[in-house]
Each structure stands twice: as structure tokens, then as C-alpha cells.
């Protein structure tokens, strides 16, 4: 199992970023996928899922409508497009297979850190 995190960065608030996570090892098609965040000091938290086939999306209250979780079963790739970006959104990213809100694979990619800052 494997999981390859990018598109993160340094952004202004307001701004926005879209990250993709890239998997291998899984049946990806099969799967609801996720994206998690974790933040210095704090609990990796789910902030998007997306189901299987892609027709069914959830997010965390602190990330709706301004997060838009997306996925191609072709390129086994997920994607999270965030917009209007605040300084509390700043955390490293990474993505998982999910099940309920919890991470299927112990086995996580390195993530990809997101940095809202003026």
C-alpha cells in the first residue's frame, strides 16, 4: 500500500491550493477515500470522503463549501481543491482509504503540508 501526497504549499488567506494523493497497492476503485489533516498538537482529523464511485461526498463542518473533495478511478488519484483558505487550515495532508471516519491502511504517505500565512 502506498500513498503520494503533493500539491501543498505556502498560500496567502483567501487563496487557494489543490492537492492530489496518488495510491497504489489497494483495489482504489473499491474504495471510499479520504482526506486527513493534522495540525502541530493536535489529532489527525477526517476532513473530506468520497465514495467509491464518487457520487456521495462528506466534509467536516469547519471545511464546507469552501473544500471540494473529487477522484479519478482511471488514475487511482484523489483530489481535495481548497478555496478561501484561513491560517487554521494549516496542517500536513495526507490521504487514506476510509471506513466510517477511519483510516482503512495503517501505512500512510509522507502528506503534504499546507501553510496559510500572510
Known amino acids: 500500500v502506498q500513498f503520494v501526497e503533493s500539491g501543498g504549499g505556502l498560500v496567502q488567506p483567501g487563496g487557494s491550493l489543490r492537492l492530489s494523493c496518488a495510491a497504489s497497492?489497494?483495489?482504489?476503485?473499491?474504495?471510499?477515500m479520504g482526506w486527513y489533516r493534522q495540525a502541530p498538537g493536535k489529532q489527525r482529523e477526517l476532513v473530506a470522503k468520497?465514495?467509491?464511485?464518487?457520487?456521495?461526498?462528506n466534509y467536516a463542518d469547519s471545511v464546507k463549501g469552501r473544500f471540494t473533495i473529487s477522484r479519478d478511478n482511471a488514475k487511482n488519484t484523489v483530489y481535495l481543491q481548497m478555496n478561501s483558505l484561513k491560517p487554521e487550515d494549516t496542517a500536513v495532508y495526507s490521504c487514506?482509504?476510509?471506513?466510517?471516519?477511519?483510516?482503512?491502511?495503517?501505512?500512510w504517505g509522507q502528506g503534504t503540508q499546507v501553510t496559510v500565512s500572510s
Open positions: 497497492g489497494i483495489v482504489f476503485s473499491g474504495n471510499t
Open positions: 468520497i465514495t467509491s464511485g464518487g457520487s456521495s461526498t
Open positions: 487514506n482509504a476510509v471506513r466510517g471516519d477511519l483510516a482503512v491502511f495503517g501505512s
